[in-house]
C-alpha cells in the first residue's frame, strides 16, 4: 500500500516547482474522480459516508490534510499556486459530493414510491359483513306486509307518560290491566316519566296529531317488570297497528288479520278470532292461528288443540276516540298489537327467548 501523498508535506515528496504541485494536485483529483465513480448510487449508505468523511473530515480528510500538509509549510513561493490549486480541488470535491448526494436521496424517493405503490391486481381484503339480526329479519318481513296493504311506518318514544301508556288507552289508575304492565320508573323526572310497556301509546300520539284516517304500524321496544325466564325478559319487541277510517267494519279487521297470518304463515295457515279484552278495543280478541308444525292436526307445540296463539286485537273502543277528539259517532276502526320475539320464536322454533339477547355467534349464524 502507498502511502497516501498528503500526510506529507511537499517538501518531503520533493514537488518543489508549480508544475509539479500541480501535477500532484491532478493526482489527488483522478484518485478522488475515481473513488467517486465506484460508489454508485446502489451502494450503501454506510460506504457513502466513509466516503464522504475520508476526503472531506476536519481531522483527517484529504482536504484537511492538504492544508494541513502541503499548504501551511509550502515554501513562500508556491503558497500561491497550492492554495489556487487546494482551492479549485475543494470546490471540485464539494460539487461532485452534493452532485452525488442528489442522486442518492432521488433514488431512495423513487425506491420509496414503488415500495408504497398500491398493487390494484391483488386481492382484496375481505371483511365479514355479518347479517341483520333474526329480531331485525322479523321486523322487516312485518312490516313488509303491512307496507303491502297501505299501512305506513311510524315510531315513538320508549319513555313515555303514563298518560299515553295508560290513561289515554282507557286504563285509569287503578284498572287491574296494569296489574301485568309494571314497568321501570324515570327517577325524579317531572310529572313522572316510565319506560313505556307496550306500543300503544303511538295509536293516541298519531291520531292527536294527524287528522283520520289512519293507517300506521308502529315497530318498538317496550319494557315491563317481568322475571326473566325461558319467555320473559325486561324488554321485548312489539308492532302495534291502528287502522282508523269513516266506514271500517269488522269484516275489514277480520280480513286485514287473515291477510297477514297467510303472508306471515303461507297460504294454508287459518285464523281464529278468541274473545279477549283489552281496555282500548271493543270487542277484543285473540288472534290464533293453524299450528304452523302440525298444520292444525295437533302436536306437542300447539299442545294438541293445533292452534297457535299469536296477538292480541280488536276494534278500536270508542272511549279512546274521547281522548284525542276524534268524533267517535263518526269514526270507527282496529287495532292489533304483536309480540315480534314470540312470532319469531314461533316462526323459527326457539323455546329460550334469552338466546336473542345473548350475541351468541353460533346462535345468530343460524339465521343468515
Ligand atoms: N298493547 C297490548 C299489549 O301489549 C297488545 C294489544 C292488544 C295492542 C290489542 C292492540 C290491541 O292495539 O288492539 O298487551
Not at 508535506?9 to 474522480?33: C, H, I, M, N, Y
Not at 329479519?137 to 319513555?159: A, C, W, Y
Not at 319506560?195 to 300503544?200: A, F, Q
Not at 302495534?240 to 303461507?266: H, N
Request: net charge neutral; hydrophobic share 40%; aromatic share 10%.
Amino acid at each position: 500500500m502507498t502511502t497516501d501523498p498528503t500526510t506529507q508535506t511537499l517538501a518531503q515528496l520533493g514537488d518543489t516547482t508549480p508544475e509539479k504541485v500541480t501535477a500532484r494536485f491532478a493526482e489527488v483529483r483522478a484518485r478522488f474522480d475515481q473513488q467517486a465513480a465506484e460508489h454508485s448510487v446502489k451502494k450503501d449508505a454506510d460506504e457513502w459516508k466513509t466516503f464522504v468523511v475520508a476526503w472531506t473530515g476536519r481531522k483527517s480528510g484529504v482536504l484537511t490534510n492538504v492544508g494541513d500538509n502541503w499548504l501551511k509549510p509550502a515554501a513562500k513561493e508556491l503558497k500561491p499556486v497550492v492554495g489556487q490549486e487546494l482551492n479549485k480541488l475543494k470546490a471540485h470535491v464539494e460539487a461532485a459530493l452534493e452532485e452525488k448526494r442528489k442522486e442518492i436521496e432521488a433514488a431512495a424517493e423513487q425506491a420509496a414510491a414503488a415500495r408504497d405503490q398500491v398493487d390494484l391486481s391483488l386481492p382484496g381484503v375481505q371483511r365479514a359483513i355479518g347479517t341483520r339480526h333474526l329480531i331485525r329479519q322479523t321486523f322487516d318481513e312485518l312490516l313488509r306486509i303491512f307496507l303491502s296493504i297501505g299501512f305506513s311506518v311510524v315510531e315513538g318514544p320508549e319513555i313515555e307518560t303514563p298518560y299515553y301508556n295508560f290513561e289515554a288507552l282507557n286504563i285509569p289508575e287503578h284498572h287491574p290491566a296494569r296489574d301485568n304492565m309494571d314497568t321501570f320508573y324515570i327517577e325524579g323526572a317531572r310529572g313522572g316519566h316510565l319506560l313505556r310497556t307496550h306500543t300503544s301509546p303511538m295509536q293516541i300520539r298519531t291520531m292527536e296529531k294527524q287528522a283520520p284516517p289512519v293507517r300506521i304500524v308502529v315497530p318498538g321496544k317496550v319494557y315491563r317488570r317481568d322475571n326473566p325466564d325461558s319467555t320473559h325478559g325486561y324488554m321485548f319487541h312489539q308492532i302495534e297497528g291502528l287502522a282508523v277510517d269513516t266506514d271500517i267494519t269488522f269484516c275489514d279487521f277480520k280480513g286485514t288479520v287473515e291477510y297477514f297470518v297467510r303472508e306471515f304463515l303461507g297460504p294454508k295457515a287459518k285464523t281464529r278470532l278468541r274473545p279477549s279484552y283489552f281496555p282500548f278495543t271493543e270487542p277484543s280478541a285473540e288472534v290464533d292461528a293453524t299450528c304452523h308444525v302440525c298444520g292444525g292436526t295437533g302436536c306437542r307445540v300447539c299442545k294438541f288443540s293445533g292452534w297457535i296463539e299469536l296477538f292480541g286485537a280488536g276494534m278500536v273502543n270508542p272511549a279512546v276516540y274521547g281522548f284525542v277528539g276524534y268524533d267517535a259517532a263518526k269514526l270507527s276502526g282496529f287495532a292489533f298489537g304483536m309480540g315480534v320475539d314470540r312470532l319469531a320464536m314461533m316462526k323459527y322454533g326457539i323455546t329460550e327467548l334469552p338466546l336473542l339477547f345473548q350475541n351468541d355467534v353460533r346462535f345468530l349464524r343460524q339465521f343468515p
